[in-house]
């Protein structure tokens, strides 16, 4: 059974990797760090692949724009469970 792993946690693990990613490269973080059947949620959102979470991160202004790619910061991660 897959796992679902809130949005959070993949915002933290882009904090503690480092660097700036494209889609391409954190969907193969999430993969490689999660899983690939893994599931992802977020306080407003369930039942999301990998592409969609981030797409939801993306419209949401949860990455800040990088030289290649994004990235994100602690200020942009909610407090709330």
Do not use: P, W
């Amino acid at each position: 059974m897959s796992q679902s792993i809130h949005g959070h946690k993949v915002m933290e693990l882009m904090l503690a990797q480092g660097g700036s990613y494209t889609a391409e490269s954190l969907e193969q973080l999430m993969n490689d760090t999660f899983g690939e059947a893994s599931r992802y949620h977020t306080c407003s959102h369930k039942d999301m692949n990998a592409k969609q979470l981030i797409a939801l991160l993306k419209e949401r202004g949860k990455f800040v724009e990088a030289e290649h790619g994004f990235t994100t910061s602690e200020s942009k991660i909610c407090s709330h469970h």
